[in-house]
């Protein structure tokens, strides 16, 4: 199978680079904004017109959550219009599109996980360009993939495990929120589910949305013990760092944060046969490609 990746050098692109390589059932394209801008659509037709794929996946995203608010332009030229580019490149040449999405469409107000046919109501600008690019490419290329997640973290890029890991460094104490809850998502799991969705898709393959997350939920204190934990037992924290839980109002941010982020994943385990992982699997794994960077 041909793949061709868009935003190849974020965390979610980075992981389905390492895992294409190791799959001789892939040849790919990996293509970074360098390469190729989404909202760019001249550049999105040309490269399209040199190469030939089975199926395109898009990694990239506007993803500066708070930066949005004040970058209204920029985070929907990227998540709506770059969406759009590239749903109107699949129509053409009549190849499925795989698209990430979030739980940020919701509005977090929930008490039980979110279903793919729940209402959405995102809060802010990320979450909103993030949903009008899901409407584009549902409304432009039949064939489509949208699978949102949440709360993703690996050894690449900017995310809340290295986030912790770096304040760990002069820190013996930290002050975690505690009243969020979602559920942690090895970037690399993502990109295993989504290879797995490539060889699955079928003439039976049902388009649409599907929710993919880790299978425990949490809060962003009790995930930070976990990470302190683990980082200790596996030889990268030297010293024990103590959590305390703190309500959101304590940590003020300029977009805000869903309460509740928990994904219903039952739709995607019946259709592709993937699993949700447990986080006391996929952290040792992420962790472990971190310290092998650090070495
Ligand atoms: N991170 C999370 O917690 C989270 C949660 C839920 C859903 N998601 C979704 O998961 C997907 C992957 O996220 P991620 O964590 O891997 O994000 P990321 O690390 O920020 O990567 C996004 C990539 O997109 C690239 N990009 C930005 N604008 C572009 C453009 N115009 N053309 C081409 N590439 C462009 C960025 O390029 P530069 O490297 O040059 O900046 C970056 O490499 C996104 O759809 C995101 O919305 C993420």
């Given at each position: 199978m041909n793949v061709l990746l868009t935003g190849a050098n974020g965390q979610l692109g980075r992981c389905l680079v390492d895992r294409l390589q190791q799959n001789d059932r892939f040849k790919f394209t990996a293509l970074d904004r360098q390469s190729l801008d989404i909202s760019d659509i001249d550049q999105v037709k040309a490269i399209v017109a040199d190469t030939e794929h089975d199926i395109i996946i898009n990694a990239a995203a506007y993803t500066g959550v708070?930066?949005?608010?004040?970058?209204?332009?920029?985070?929907?030229?990227?998540?709506?219009?770059?969406a759009a580019n590239l749903a109107e490149i699949a129509k053409n040449l009549g190849v499925p599109?795989?698209?990430?999405?979030?739980d940020y469409v919701f509005d977090g107000?929930?008490?039980?996980p979110y279903?793919?046919?729940?209402?959405?109501?995102?809060?802010?600008?990320?979450?909103?360009?993030?949903?009008?690019?899901?409407?584009?490419?549902q409304s432009i290329c039949p064939k489509h993939i949208i699978l949102r997640t949440a709360w993703v973290y690996s050894e690449y890029g900017s995310n809340f495990v290295k986030t912790m890991?770096?304040?760990?460094?002069?820190?013996?104490?930290?002050?975690?929120v505690e009243d969020q809850t979602g559920c942690p998502t090895y970037a690399g799991d993502i990109?295993?589910?989504?290879?797995?969705?490539?060889?699955?898709?079928?003439?039976?393959?049902?388009?649409?949305?599907?929710?993919?997350?880790?299978a425990i939920q949490c809060t962003w204190a009790e995930f930070a013990r976990t990470i302190f934990?683990?980082?200790?037992?596996?030889?990268?924290?030297?010293?024990?760092?103590?959590?305390?839980g703190i309500p959101s109002s304590a940590y003020p941010t300029q977009a805000e944060r869903p309460k509740y982020s928990v994904l219903d994943c039952r739709k995607v385990v019946?259709?592709?046969?993937?699993?949700?992982?447990?986080?006391?699997?996929?952290?040792?794994?992420?962790?472990?490609?971190?310290?092998?960077?650090?070495d």
């Open positions: 708070d930066k949005a608010e004040t970058d209204v332009e920029n985070a929907r030229r990227v998540n709506e219009i770059g599109l795989i698209h990430v999405s979030t107000h929930a008490d039980k279903t793919e046919t729940d209402s959405t109501g995102p809060t802010g600008v990320y979450g909103q360009t993030k949903l009008a690019g899901e409407a584009v490419i890991l770096r304040l760990a460094e002069t820190r013996d104490e930290l002050n975690v990109a295993d589910t989504i290879l797995k969705i490539c060889l699955g898709i079928s003439t039976d393959t049902k388009w649409g949305i599907y929710h993919y997350v880790g934990r683990e980082a200790e037992t596996l030889g990268i924290l030297a010293r024990k760092i103590v959590v305390h019946n259709a592709f046969d993937v699993l949700p992982i447990e986080l006391k699997q996929s952290l040792p794994r992420m962790l472990e490609a971190f310290k092998r960077q650090q």
